[in-house]
């Protein structure tokens, strides 16, 4: 057992190598089946040494022993375990926050995984318990966004685009979020931009499809032309994710902007109820700014995706969304994908 001591010292070689897990995280993993490679850092060499070796089994007095160098910051599991780090802390992924060693684009991967993991169960499962986390990791991601908005690049980056229900939901997050810090950015300088409605705008976009959720899977999987009473059913889908919203107690202007106007256009050619700009509210727009930008960069069984630059361009030049945004849209696209100018939509 190791005792009670100053602070450790770990060479940043070390760190650069190796994440310290926490307590919380030690508590995530199987208690006796640790997922991954465990190593130790010997003080007195100041070397990493390994502790554990994944497919083992933990006897009990070395599960006490463990929680014990833990807690004194003495264990570390390897970066080259990325991948199943990841996959691990993304099933709890408030220990994102806690975890100071986890660099920006780590960080991202992980919100990445976590947020289509909770996102497709929830798609898959639409009832409330399944809703809560989802929930509660959307609010893990605005509370880091919150602090720092330009944090949301690393997460644009790593947009998926293979066209799936949660893939595109994550998308519209990430860009509507990115969106509506552009559109109020002198009020988030100002400080007057509340978290509540930043959290809000963030559960919108996510369930913006929500109604997609109750459309036949054979519909949207479809790779022929929809018949009128296919199309039909998908024509719906604004206003089944709205009537689904009071089961969630989501009952905000925010969200059901989101849910229900995100295909209706400024002049009126939209569905489901063919609203003018003005009866529009900014949630509404930025989601359907979004939710067409990401529908545009992904690659979906009727449609060719076009690069981000594109996708962007073409919409600064429709008039059927608000100028403003598509205009906010383009500038922020280009200054993120500049590098990617004209080149098919690649994961980065
Ligand atoms: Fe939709
Ligand atoms: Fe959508």
């Not at 807690?71 to 990841?86: C, E, N, P, Q, T």
């Not at 409330?128 to 509370?143: I, R």
């Not at 809000?200 to 913006?208: C, E, F, K, N, R």
């Not at 899977?217 to 949207?220: P, V």
């Given at each position: 057992m190791v005792g009670k001591k100053a602070k450790l010292e770990v060479p940043d070689l070390v760190n650069e190598e190796y994440y310290q897990i926490n307590t919380e995280i030690l508590d995530s993993f199987p208690k006796y089946h640790p997922p991954l490679n465990l190593f130790f850092f010997k003080e007195d060499v100041s070397r990493i040494a390994p502790w554990f070796t994944m497919g083992g089994r933990l006897r009990p007095d070395q599960v006490?022993?463990?929680a014990q160098m833990v807690?004194?910051?003495?264990?570390?599991?390897?970066?080259?375990?990325?991948?199943?780090?990841?996959k691990h802390?993304?099933?709890q992924l408030d220990l994102v926050l806690l975890d100071k060693h986890l660099m920006e684009g780590e960080i991202a991967d992980i919100f990445m995984e976590a947020l289509t993991m909770r996102v497709k169960d929830f798609f898959d499962q639409p009832v409330?318990?399944?809703?809560?986390?989802?929930?509660?990791?959307?609010?893990?991601?605005?509370?880091y966004l919150f602090s720092d908005l330009f944090r949301i690049k690393s997460l644009l980056r790593r947009m998926n685009i293979e066209h799936t229900l949660a893939n595109h939901a994550v998308n519209t997050t990430l860009v509507g979020l990115a969106l509506y810090a552009q559109a109020r950015a002198e009020d988030f300088q100002r400080g007057q931009v509340k978290r509540k409605y930043y959290d809000?705008?963030?559960?919108?976009?996510?369930?913006?499809d929500l109604g997609m959720s109750k459309v036949p899977?054979?519909?949207?999987d479809k790779n022929k032309p929809l018949t009128p009473d296919e199309n039909q059913k998908i024509i719906?889908?604004?206003?089944?994710?709205?009537?689904?919203?009071?089961?969630?107690?989501?009952?905000?202007?925010?969200?059901?902007?989101c849910v229900l106007d995100h295909h209706e256009r400024m002049n009126g050619t939209g569905y489901p109820q063919k609203k003018q700009g003005k009866e529009l509210g900014l949630s509404g727009k930025i989601c359907a700014v979004a939710d067409s930008f990401c529908a545009m960069i992904s690659i979906r069984t009727y449609a060719s995706a076009v690069s981000k630059i594109q996708a962007a361009t073409s919409l600064a030049d429709d008039k059927r969304y608000d100028a403003r945004l598509t205009k906010l849209l383009q500038a922020l696209i280009v200054t993120y994908f500049k590098d990617e100018t004209d080149k098919a939509p690649a994961k980065s």
């Open positions: 006490e022993e463990l807690k004194d910051g003495l264990i570390f599991v390897s970066r080259v375990d990325h991948a199943v780090y990841v802390i993304s099933y409330k318990v399944v809703f809560d986390k989802l929930q509660a990791d959307v609010l893990v991601l605005t509370e809000l705008i963030a559960m919108g976009l996510m369930l913006h899977t054979f519909i949207l719906q889908h604004p206003k089944l994710g709205f009537a689904a919203l009071a089961k969630l107690d989501l009952k905000y202007p925010e969200v059901e902007e």
